[in-house]
């Protein structure tokens, strides 16, 4: 069984990085051909994709979130992590890690998610 735990700070200063992190445990993050996504909800809105690193190390990102999103990988601790820079009280969410089987199934495992408030 996969398991996927989000963790880092719940509280971000307006114009710093935020930065999570995605523990995975049940399988490794390496294996053929499985997608590792972040997708975020915003309070009162719906759920919106914010970019995927693949098996093999490749990442895509969400076009409106390109520029401020990087997403990384530590495969000796089977996590994978995002970062999102210059946030705004509009980057308010609380923030999921998934998985998909690849890159053009639906996500089949998720986190439990994790609340992050941008605010002086």
């Known amino acids: 069984q996969v398991q996927l735990q989000e963790s880092g700070p719940g509280l971000v200063k307006p114009s710093q990085t935020l930065s999570l992190t995605c523990t995975v445990s049940g399988g490794s993050i390496t294996t053929s051909y499985y997608a590792w996504s972040w997708i975020r909800q915003p309070p009162g809105k719906g759920l919106e994709w914010m970019g995927v690193?693949?098996?093999?190390?490749?990442?895509y990102y969400s076009p409106s979130l390109k520029s401020r999103t990087s997403i990384s990988r530590d495969t000796s601790k089977n996590q994978f992590s995002v970062q999102l820079s210059s946030v705004t009280p509009e980057d308010t969410a609380v923030y999921y890690c998934?998985?998909?089987?690849?890159?053009?199934?639906?996500?089949?495992?998720w986190g439990q998610g994790t609340q992050v408030t941008v605010s002086s």
């Open positions: 690193i693949r098996y093999d190390g490749s990442t």
């Open positions: 998934a998985r998909a089987s690849s890159t053009y199934d639906p996500m089949d495992y």
